[in-house]
């Protein structure tokens, strides 16, 4: 009865990937040549997987929306990357880093994926350094480790707070490289807009050159989409304002399956809203609450003071303070994982202890840090982030407390995969952020670089493979063939009913309003009725955008709002189907949070005996409901449990 | 404390490459000073669009100054006016009631409009596929504590590492020199003992690829250091010239 094959491979855990590669097929490099890859992406999972597959020998055509590959969102991330080195010596193991990944994820991930995840981390490692990365080091010119939510052990690997940024440029370099000999062809400002589907299996994509606006097409054997996720439904996000889940959206409606879509991560520090035309949220590194103290007025009176500009935090007397994760877990404090810090700070807001003039802040900090540690140390450890907040906010976090709120962060659903990292359509694959398969219900700090490197370098490389052994035969397909004719025709078409809306608002203002939907009825705490209410508002704010938007300019142009429209169009569907899925899953874990499921204390209640599965959604047709299967997480090495950060 | 203020901006306007460009004033009502730059560049475009108007083309995406895509010349600096930032950390309290914003793409040989405030830097994406590498496949790679490398010589190739591709050096420089990103690259790669094989070559065919697209020569001006929102050093070109000069004598 269930159709979903996840092509574990049999055997103890520890040996699983091992027996794979042994026991897969491989392409021998007369044939590599003759075998053409779409890459979709170039961030950390797109563009390593684009450079080592050109590597091999194959024929690889990588795809980005900015003007280089070295734009993509994975630049963005700060704090570092995970790997089981063990070079503290602090105990840190394969199977540690497994465990604590299966575990964050609240025991909602495959097993088998997660702990290949584990296995090929500190192969990273060893292929950045190659590479030039400048990775932060002890005087005695050994590599340096730091800690990070989640684990009891040193294993985060950083450069500075610029991670994801050396990380990407070394993948970037690697792509370079292979560009400059001839096995990778670049597409910049290309963005891909339909997948072209022949007999079954993926075979090309339409893509519009960003520059002319003209549709092109493009044929290969397999295409692999390293897109990254879908946060950006949420309008604010931590993302850039290119991010989008259009290509993986697009794959979902020709008929690959979507996993997890309610699983989305909201990251406790991030700057507040400060005004409607805010435009994307602030990211402020974890890290920050080693040393900062989180806390709101005690009295209700005084947060009304604030927020009417008639009193500082600093005048607020110590006792009348709340340092509320202090005082709800006693042994995590400030510490606890990101999904608990996010809600408790929602939790005061929304009970009217809230600061800033929207009141939709908490405070961070540092007072007693810096009397603690002398301003020096502080300056040291986080110098750069005050200064960015002094750049944004206007104050100074020494002299007076940081306010941050939750925000967006990252999404762990995508398109569902197999072990091979294939979806569920032959020769379409989906790395990275892109696919729904390493993170659970929650994902880690510092995990995120880690699995996309681990795809694009060491996975994908191999399993690919395993696939294309048997299409070496296949010749080139031409792009005039129906099936590409005629998507290209219904993509068109597509376009052509949206610039002839005309109607009289901005694309961004209906963008504007997906998010308020999408932030206050799926976002951090959700509920039926809330996510009922969202179902028939998203159908309103779809009304709209297809009756309403308008986009100046021509199709055949350098046209952003046009650009942008299309995401939305996708966006909003994407909200949907997050609502459905959110609503369907009736329980707590990790990032997604029911109100009827929670402890008496309001922690996240898992319910393993009916929810232990991935839920997988099938696409139907425009006005049909779509279909969910349920793939079960059945665990054979790992025992659940119910996660606790109170003593 | 941020106030709203009434501002003029004077922006260029391009339709495309090879159409004959001119300033647009517009007046934007109620700014927030607490708002960015460009989410002032927002408010503009909602304006236009609701004018039924063309929106200005710009590019940005990150918007937290680390993707290096944003760009712009703001009152003749690029980046804007403020120190060691991109123009999307850039916020309205940098500016006063009243006043009039000139804003404009980069300008350079090297650098082609497409629209409006839009460039092609296509140019950096070709001097890096020219040898900004170190030439190593996937895999096969030795323990990454096999070599150790002294932590200044890593927190130097660090610093040099931070650059962001935006071209603000370039779009600074009199010549429209494009040495100070060549040379963090090569500086960054030639500092590491995994760089050194290659170092020689690396910064002869990066250079060659810098002439033949048609950036300028370098004369020590020192505008590029001073606009680099990331604070890479002028030292860095230094680095690179002892470097090709080694590689030359050799030839």
Redesign the interface.
């Known amino acids: 009865m269930n159709k979903i094959d996840s092509k574990v491979p049999k055997g103890p855990l520890a040996e699983k990937w091992t027996n794979y590669k042994n026991s897969q097929k491989l392409v021998n490099p007369a044939n590599k040549r003759r075998l053409d890859i779409i890459v979709v992406g170039t961030g950390l999972a797109g563009a390593s997987a684009a450079a080592t597959l050109g590597e091999l020998g194959f024929n690889v055509l990588n795809f980005c929306i900015q003007d280089s590959p070295r734009r993509a969102h994975s630049i963005a991330a700060q704090g570092g990357i995970n790997a089981a080195k063990n070079y503290p010596n602090d105990g840190d193991s394969v199977y540690r880093l497994f465990y604590d990944t299966i575990k964050g994820g609240d025991y909602r991930a495959r097993e088998a994926n997660v702990y290949r995840l584990a296995e090929v981390s500190n192969s990273i490692i060893d292929q950045c350094v190659a590479q030039g990365v400048p990775f932060a080091r002890e005087y005695g010119g050994l590599l340096a480790n730091r800690s990070f939510g989640g684990a009891q052990v040193s294993r985060t690997f950083y450069a500075r707070g610029q991670t994801g940024q050396q990380l990407l440029l070394g993948a970037y370099s690697a792509l370079c490289r292979a560009v400059n000999r001839k096995q990778v062809k670049l597409y910049t400002r290309y963005e891909m807009l339909d997948l072209v589907i022949i007999d079954g299996r993926a075979r090309g994509i339409i893509a519009r050159n960003l520059v002319t606006g003209k549709l092109e097409r493009f044929a290969a054997h397999a295409v692999v989409i390293a897109t990254g996720g879908y946060g950006n439904a949420f309008f604010l996000s931590t993302n850039a304002m290119t991010s989008n889940g259009s290509a993986a959206w697009q794959c979902y409606k020709k008929g690959a399956w979507f996993g997890n879509p309610c699983m989305a991560q909201i990251h406790p520090t991030c700057i507040p809203v400060h005004g409607e035309f805010q435009s994307k949220l602030t990211l402020m590194s974890e890290s920050l609450r080693n040393d900062g103290r989180i806390w709101v007025p005690k009295k209700i009176e005084d947060a009304e003071a604030i927020r009417a500009g008639k009193l500082k935090p600093t005048q607020i007397k110590e006792e009348d303070r709340d340092y509320y994760l202090e005082r709800r877990y006693p042994a995590f404090g400030n510490l606890v994982p990101r999904d608990v810090a996010s809600r408790a700070a929602k939790e005061r807001c929304d009970a009217g202890y809230g600061v800033g003039s929207t009141g939709l802040a908490v405070y961070l900090d540092f007072a007693e840090a810096i009397q603690r540690l002398g301003k020096e140390v502080v300056e040291e450890r986080y110098g750069n982030l005050f200064q960015m907040y002094e750049k944004i906010v206007d104050d100074n976090p020494y002299e007076t407390p940081m306010m941050i709120y939750p925000a967006i962060h990252y999404t762990m659903g995508g398109l569902w995969v197999d072990y091979e990292l294939m979806t569920n359509i032959p020769g379409l694959f989906a790395i990275g952020e892109a696919n729904f398969s390493d993170h659970g219900a929650n994902r880690l700090g510092a995990s995120a670089l880690m699995q996309g490197l681990a795809d694009g370098y060491f996975i994908l490389p191999y399993t690919i493979q395993n696939y294309l052994a048997d299409q070496i035969s296949v010749k080139r397909f031409s792009t005039d063939l129906p099936e590409f004719e005629q998507a290209e025709k219904e993509l068109s078409d597509r376009i052509d009913k949206l610039m002839s809306i005309q109607g009289k608002h901005s694309v961004d203002s209906i963008h504007k309003k997906l998010g308020h939907v999408m932030w206050e009825l799926v976002g951090m705490a959700r509920d039926e009725k809330g996510l009922k209410e969202a179902i028939v508002q998203l159908k309103e704010v779809k009304k709209d955008f297809w009756t309403n938007v308008r986009i100046p300019g021509k199709k055949g142009d350098f046209n952003t709002e046009l650009e942008k429209a299309l995401r939305l169009a996708d966006f909003i569907e994407i909200g949907e189907l997050m609502a459905h899925d959110a609503l369907d899953r009736e329980e707590s874990c990790g990032g997604h949070f029911r109100i009827e499921h929670q402890t008496e204390d309001g922690e996240t209640l898992r319910h393993d005996d009916k929810f232990a599965y991935v839920s997988v959604w099938e696409y139907r047709g425009e006005d049909k409901a779509p279909v969910m299967y349920k793939e079960p997480l059945e665990y054979e090495f790992v025992v659940r449990e119910q996660r606790n950060y109170k003593s | 404390m ?1 106030k709203d203020i009434n501002i003029k901006v004077k922006v260029w306007r391009q339709k ?1 490459p090879k159409e004959k460009g001119r300033f647009e004033t517009y007046a934007l009502k109620n700014i ?1 000073q ?3 730059f ?2 002032m560049l ?2 503009l ?2 304006q ?3 004018e ?4 200005v ?1 710009f ?11 944003c760009s712009l010349y703001i009152n003749g600096h690029p980046h804007g006016p ?1 120190g060691e ?1 991109t123009t999307c ?1 850039l ?1 309205m ?1 940098s500016f006063n009631d009243g006043d009039t914003i000139t804003i404009e793409p980069w300008r350079s040989a090297g650098f082609p409009i ?2 409006d405030l ?1 460039v ?3 140019a ?2 070709k001097i ?12 096969g ?5 096999a ?5 200044d010589k ?2 130097l ?2 610093d040099a ?2 650059c ?2 935006c071209g603000a050096c370039v779009a600074a420089c009199k010549n429209g020199s494009a040495m100070l990103f060549v040379a963090a690259k090569v500086s ?2 030639a500092l ?1 003992p ?2 050194r094989p290659e170092a020689a070559r690396r910064a002869k065919s990066m250079v060659a690829k810098m002439d033949e697209l048609g950036f300028g020569n370098c004369t020590n001006t020192g505008a590029c250091e001073v606009e680099c929102p990331k604070n890479i050093s002028i030292s860095n070109i230094a680095r690179l010239n002892r470097e090709f000069l080694n590689a030359k004598f050799k030839d």
């Not at chain 2, 590019?59 to 895509?69: A, L, V």
């Not at chain 2, 070599?147 to 932590?151: K, V």
Request: with cysteine; glycine share 12%.
């Open positions: 941020d495309g927030s607490g708002s960015s460009l989410e927002d408010i475009n909602e236009l669009i609701n039924g108007k063309i929106p083309a590019d940005h995406d990150c918007r937290e100054g680390i993707c290096g895509m403020d930032i950390q916020h309290r497409i629209k839009v092609d830097r296509t950096f994406e890096m596929q020219a040898g900004g590498y170190v030439s190593v496949n996937t895999g790679i030795p323990d990454a504590n070599i150790p490398i002294p932590r890593a927190e190739a660090m590492a931070a962001i591709g960054q790669l590491l995994q760089g």
